[in-house]
C-alpha cells in the first residue's frame, strides 16, 4: 500500500513535469499500435499497408483531439472492407455513424476508451475494462465500451468473410449480407461480452456512487461478482464458446486492475472523517469530509559543520568575554 502511494506520488510529478510530451506519446502509441493492428488483421487494400503510412496517421493523432483518433482508425477500417465487398462496407458504415452519433451525444472526451477496448479484445482480455471504467468514469463509459467490443468482432468477422468469398461459399449480393448480418447480430460472444460490459460497468458505477464508506472497494467487489455471473450465466444460456479460466483470471485481473485505480485516484482515510456543519441565510449544510491520503517524502538535507571552525570561533568568543571582565575589573 504504501509502495504503491509512494509510486502515485513519483508518477503525479513525473506526469506534471513532462505531461507536455507525454501525452502526445502515449497518444501515438495507442494509435500506431491501432493502425498495425488493423493491417494486420484486414490488410486488404495493398496501399494502406505501408508501415510509414501507419506512423504518418499515428503522427497526426498524437498532436489532435481524442475525437479525429476515432475518425482515422474508422476511415482506415472502412477503406479496407471497401477492398472485401462494398456490402461489407456499407453495413459498417451505418455501425460506425450510429457509434458517433452516441458517442459525441454522450461521451466525447471517452474516445481513447473504444481503442483500448479494441485491443484488451484482441489479446483476449476484455475482462480488464469494465471495473476500472466504472470507477473512473460514469455509466455512459458503457457506449464506448460496447462499441469496441462490436468494432473487434467486425473484424474478426471481415477475415472470415474474406474466406468465404475466396473459397465462393456466398455468390451473389443478398447471400453476401445475409452472411454478414448473421455474423454479427447472431455472434453469441459479441453479444455477451457487450451485454456484460454494460451491466458491470453500470453496476460499478451505481456502487461507487453511494454515500457509504468505503463505497470503491464494494464497487470492485460487485464488480467481480457480476462480471462474473454474467458471463457465465451467458455461456449456459447461449452456449456461446468462452474460455472459462480465461475468463476467472481475467475477471480477477480486472479487480487487480480496479483496486490500482483506486489507489490512484481514490485513496482516502476513513479512519479520520470529519463532519462538519455550518449555515447561511436560507440553509443548514452537513458536510461529510475524508481526508486523502498522501505521501510527500521529505528530503533531509544535512550540513555538515567544520569541528574545527567551531572550535576556534569557540575559542574567539571566550577571550572576547575575557577581556569584557578585566576591563569590568
Avoid at 2 to 14: A, N, P, Q, W
Avoid at 194 to 202: D, E, H, K, N, S
Avoid at 253 to 268: A, D, M, N, P, R
Amino acid at each position: 500500500m504504501v509502495f504503491l502511494l509512494e509510486l502515485k506520488e513519483g508518477f503525479k510529478k513525473f506526469y506534471n513535469k513532462y505531461d507536455t510530451y507525454l501525452v502526445p506519446a502515449v497518444r501515438f502509441v495507442m494509435a500506431l499500435v491501432s493502425f498495425l493492428m488493423l493491417n494486420a488483421s484486414i490488410g486488404y487494400m495493398s496501399k494502406l499497408k505501408n508501415p510509414l503510412i501507419a506512423v504518418a496517421m499515428a503522427v497526426l493523432c498524437a498532436f489532435l483531439p481524442n475525437g479525429f483518433m476515432i475518425f482515422f482508425l474508422s476511415v482506415f477500417m472502412l477503406v479496407h472492407l471497401y477492398a472485401i465487398s462494398a456490402e461489407f462496407a456499407l453495413i459498417v458504415l451505418g455501425i460506425v455513424l450510429l457509434m458517433y452519433l452516441l458517442y459525441y451525444r454522450f461521451t466525447p472526451k471517452q474516445g481513447y476508451l473504444l481503442v483500448i477496448t479494441v485491443l484488451l479484445c484482441w489479446i483476449k482480455m476484455p475482462y480488464l475494462l469494465p471495473i476500472a471504467a466504472g470507477l473512473c468514469f460514469n455509466a455512459f463509459a458503457m457506449i464506448p465500451a460496447a462499441f469496441g467490443v462490436i468494432i473487434f468482432y467486425i473484424i474478426k468477422t471481415a477475415s472470415e468473410y474474406e474466406t468465404a468469398l475466396t473459397t465462393k461459399s456466398v455468390n451473389d449480393s443478398m447471400q453476401q449480407i445475409s452472411y454478414i448480418v448473421e455474423s454479427l447480430f447472431n455472434n453469441k460472444e459479441m453479444i455477451l461480452f457487450v451485454i456484460a460490459m454494460v451491466v458491470t460497468i453500470t453496476a460499478v458505477y451505481a456502487v461507487r456512487r453511494l454515500k457509504i464508506d468505503n463505497a470503491w472497494t464494494y464497487a470492485i467487489a460487485a464488480g467481480i461478482v457480476v462480471q462474473f455471473i454474467v458471463l457465465l450465466a451467458g455461456i449456459l444460456v447461449t452456449g456461446a464458446k468462452i474460455n472459462l479460466i480465461l475468463m476467472i483470471v481475467g475477471t480477477v485481473l480486472g479487480g487487480v486492475v480496479g483496486y490500482l485505480c483506486q489507489i490512484l485516484f481514490f485513496s482516502v482515510d476513513y479512519s479520520r472523517t470529519e463532519y462538519v456543519q455550518y449555515e447561511d441565510d436560507e440553509y443548514y449544510y452537513y458536510v461529510k469530509a475524508v481526508p486523502k491520503i498522501n505521501i510527500v517524502n521529505a528530503e533531509v538535507k544535512v550540513k555538515q559543520i567544520n569541528a574545527r571552525k567551531t572550535k576556534k570561533a569557540h575559542d574567539i568568543s571566550d577571550m572576547t568575554s575575557s577581556e569584557q571582565d578585566d576591563e569590568n575589573i
